[in-house]
């Protein structure tokens, strides 16, 4: 197929194991055939003979979990895609997930206002399992915090609320990725300069307690 100019180095990753059927609806759909045919239609639309991260959106429970992670492996050793990831698990599935094939990623729920997702990172940990946090801003509510110690962290580092949510991120695990979403250049710009920032002991303890 004609293959879109993506720059050298650049990680394609994308999701499948759901469809549409409404506005607003969405139906997991984890059968082999499903998701062989979800990911052979991302790689038309990337234009690509690769996907470099496919992540299972959702575990679909009429389907072993064998199955379709199988499926997954297949198209893996098909050369379609280069690592698996899964999305929205529980620790025991991970573990079970681990036992089946390697799993380079986990997407779930995870910010400094909610920890829930504590012991998947903790496994995630152990297993060198790429954790990639959505909602790492709190949908927003870390973005515009104000009088707490979120706040005081961000004024004495001349930074926004929302950086040192993702700077935390950062600091709280060597295996933590956050993926905040954008709305301009100019946003994408104050996500990335998160990374420079360096928090101290003390930083990470004030804003630890917040959780």
């Known amino acids: 197929m004609p293959q879109h100019p993506y720059p050298a180095g650049l990680v394609i990753a994308t999701k499948g194991g759901v469809v549409r059927t409404g506005p607003d609806r969405w139906h997991v759909a984890g059968r082999p055939e499903d998701l062989r045919a979800m990911c052979e239609a991302s790689l038309r639309r990337l234009r690509t003979d690769t996907l470099d991260l496919y992540q299972l959106h959702r575990l679909d429970p009429r389907v072993p979990m064998a199955d379709q992670l199988g499926a997954l492996r297949e198209l893996q050793e098909a050369g379609k895609i280069r690592h698996i990831g899964l999305d929205s698990v ?27 997702a504590e012991d998947v990172l903790t496994l995630c940990e152990q297993h060198g399992t790429a954790f990639l946090p959505w909602f790492p801003l709190g949908n927003g509510a870390l973005t515009d915090d104000a009088g707490t110690a979120l706040a005081a962290v961000a004024a004495r580092h001349d930074a926004t609320p929302g950086q040192i949510a993702l700077a935390w991120l950062l600091h709280r695990s060597p295996v933590l990725f956050p993926t905040p979403g954008t709305s301009s250049p100019d946003h994408l710009d104050e996500n990335l300069a998160a990374a420079g920032i360096a928090l101290t002991e003390g930083d990470m303890a004030r804003l630890d307690a917040l959780g």
Do not use: F, G
């Open 90 to 116: 529980t620790a025991d599935e991970l573990a079970r997930a681990q036992d089946i094939t390697p799993i380079a990623s986990v997407q779930n729920r995870y910010n400094l206002l909610d920890r829930a």
